[in-house]
């Protein structure tokens, strides 16, 4: 089975993307973001998150996060 998250559809808008993490429109509510870990990994390593997490910030000032989640082992971040 294709993981959907590495797959990368572009299913919603897509606010940013560079080496370690992607940024878009959750497909199931698209009024909030999510942030996904290039790689496909259950975990990632605590400067992806801080990248990550900084990205977030830097694009959408105080945006509130939950997670980090897992779907099919695939680590995000999604907006609350």
Not at 22 to 42: E, F, Q, T, Y
Request: charged residues 25%; glycine residues 4%; proline residues 6%.
């Amino acid at each position: 089975m294709s993981c959907p998250l590495c797959l990368a559809e572009k299913k919603t808008k897509r606010y940013y993307q560079d080496d370690v993490c992607w940024i878009a429109g959750c497909s199931s509510h698209p009024s909030k973001k999510l942030c996904v870990l290039r790689r496909h990994a259950p975990q990632a390593t605590s400067e992806e998150e801080l990248h990550m997490r900084q990205v977030m910030e830097n694009l959408f000032p105080g945006i509130r996060l939950r997670g980090p989640a897992s779907i099919l082992d695939h680590w995000h971040l999604h907006e609350v």
